[in-house]
């Protein structure tokens, strides 16, 4: 998988997890052991500008894509209000795993795109995901990436953590184009940045979204510990930082 995703070399590489069949290494190794606490504040960001929006939302369900969603830990905490503490609870073995512990907080359709097979399959079983698309976003090619351009169009709210910097700018473009495209309705967005990997990426992946999108508001927090060969490619650094963004379509 790693030949097809594009990252700062210098920042630590999961692909045996993410091939895994569940998410209980996912929690075991990244979660556990790097303290990956960054959704609690995922929660808290989409709680305070987002959950109102689709708690309130009467015409239908709420269209929820996340993207590059994994096993979907970023989809238990927003949709579902589970914390990092109630996320690994819910993944300490392969039994507890295939249960989630909590409903939708609303009414919604979650749609998920990853380049994981194993995990879209995953999150569909266990009703994570309605719809599991598996894609290369770098792909713009392929019948995947229009599927995945085509659902992201029709979203009320778009997740996206801690993931755009495996992504090619063109892709992001093309995707965030699409979010922004139908401004007939209301629509969030939650993205990350992650600090210190591709900084200068990541300058230009904010000016793609404010091309395309209002921006409401931003936090930073901490995300993870860094691993060992992340401490030693980023000497005196433990802890890697995100900054969240909230942003909106822009109405017609």
């Known amino acids: ?3 097809d995703i594009k990252t700062d070399e210098k ?20 979660l556990d052991k790097l303290e990956y606490i960054s959704d609690n504040f995922n929660k808290e ?24 969603a994994c ?17 690994r609870n819910n993944w300490k073995d392969e039994a507890e795993c295939m249960t989630i512990q909590r409903p939708p907080r609303f009414d919604c359709h979650v749609t998920a795109v990853d380049i994981s097979a194993p995990a879209m ?9 309605d719809e599991g698309i598996v894609c290369n976003l770098n792909e713009r090619e392929s019948a995947d990436f229009r599927k995945t351009v085509a659902a992201m169009k029709e979203a009320d709210v778009l997740i996206c953590t801690a993931a755009l910097v495996y992504l090619d700018l063109d ?25 210190p990997f591709a900084l200068e990426k990541a300058d230009q992946t904010k ?16 995300h993870r510990r860094m691993s060992p060969l992340e401490q030693q490619n980023y000497p005196g650094e433990e802890w890697s930082l ?7 379509r822009r109405r017609s």
């Not at 970023?74 to 996320?87: H, L």
């Not at 184009?177 to 600090?195: I, M, P, Q």
């Not at 995100?242 to 909106?248: A, S």
């Open 171 to 195: 892709s992001v473009d093309a995707l965030v184009e699409s979010f922004a495209s139908n401004s007939s309705k209301d629509g969030y967005v939650l993205v990350n940045f992650l600090n």
């Open 121 to 129: 399959a995953y999150g569909e079983k266990v009703g994570l995901y």
């Open 207 to 222: 000016r793609i979204l404010l091309k395309h999108l209002d921006f409401c508001a931003s936090r930073a927090t901490r």
């Open 45 to 68: 960001m989409f709680d305070a500008h987002i959950l109102p929006f689709a708690q309130s939302k009467k015409d239908g369900v709420v269209n929820v894509l996340d993207l590059c």
């Open 1 to 3: 998988m790693s030949k």
């Open 11 to 30: 920042k630590q590489h999961f692909d045996d997890i993410y091939v895994k069949e569940n998410p209980v290494a996912y929690k075991t190794e990244i």
């Open 242 to 248: 995100l900054e969240l963004w909230v942003l909106k």
């Open 71 to 87: 096993f979907g830990n970023t989809t238990m905490a927003t949709v579902r209000g589970m914390t990092y503490d109630d996320i």
